[in-house]
């Protein structure tokens, strides 16, 4: 029950082109579901947030999209760009206050070709 | 404002040794958490430190512990390192929600 499961595990997509990644989890006490870029040689930095109380937050070119009845989650990215190639997690999380860690999904390798 | 800050970036131990990692979270942060990211593979949680007490566990043998000060800053310890112990070990640190990750120490073990 403490699993993110993440699709796909590479990707490549053109420039201007939308890049979808999607998550499923089987935990319903998730609460907080992040997205992170991962560059090489680097730690993950948040993208987006979502909460289980709303459908879709966008935020410029990036998007989740949440399904609580199908317990899954996608990260849309429009008009991808090369600068846009990193690997891609998306995570869960539960509990309020200062608990709460994180599950990771696997990663997805984005690659925006120019 | 610095974020969060990783020490060494880089080390390279012998099968056996013991590894000391340290972490200082971003400014207004208390709570820290260390990560083991293998290569190819999400980051994995190792523990959570808050008012230096370790508050949550993830599967990890007891020959990972870690430590909090009073500045909010924090230590990773491995003991008996086997050679699966090389990986990248992120710490992170969080303020409510929103957790702030540092870019890591990479760990080999020979």
């Known amino acids: 029950q403490q699993q993110v499961k993440q699709s796909p595990q590479s990707l490549i997509v053109q420039k201007g082109g939308i890049s979808i990644i999607n998550c499923a989890y089987e935990?319903?006490?998730?609460?907080?579901f992040p997205w992170y870029q991962q560059f090489p040689g680097k730690g993950p930095a948040l993208l987006i947030a979502?909460?289980?109380?709303?459908s879709e937050k966008k935020e410029g070119r990036f998007t989740i999209s949440f399904n609580k009845s199908a317990k899954q989650f996608s990260l849309h990215i429009m008009d991808s760009q090369p600068g846009d190639s990193a690997t891609y997690f998306c995570?869960?999380?539960?509990?309020?206050?200062?608990?709460?860690?994180?599950?990771f999904g696997q990663g997805t390798t984005l690659q925006v070709k120019p | 404002d610095a974020g969060v800050t990783q020490s060494p970036t880089h080390l390279i131990k012998t099968r056996g040794q013991q590894v000391t990692l340290r972490c200082s979270p971003k400014?207004?942060?208390?709570?820290v958490s260390w990560y083991q990211q293998a290569l190819g593979q999400g980051p994995q949680f190792i523990f959570q430190?808050?008012?230096?007490?370790?508050?949550q566990r993830g599967n990890f043998p007891d020959r990972f512990s870690g430590h909090q000060f009073p500045n909010y800053s924090s230590e990773l310890n491995v003991n008996a390192l086997l050679l699966g112990d090389s990986a990248l070990y992120l710490c992170?640190?969080?303020?409510?929600?929103?957790?702030?990750f540092g870019s890591g120490t990479r760990l080999t073990v020979v």
């Open positions: 992170a640190s969080r303020f409510l929600h929103g957790y702030t």
């Open positions: 935990n319903t006490a998730f609460d907080y």
């Open positions: 979502i909460r289980p109380d709303v």
């Open positions: 995570a869960a999380s539960k509990g309020s206050s200062n608990t709460g860690k994180l599950i």
């Open positions: 400014s207004g942060h208390d709570t």
């Open positions: 430190y808050y008012e230096e007490e370790e508050r």
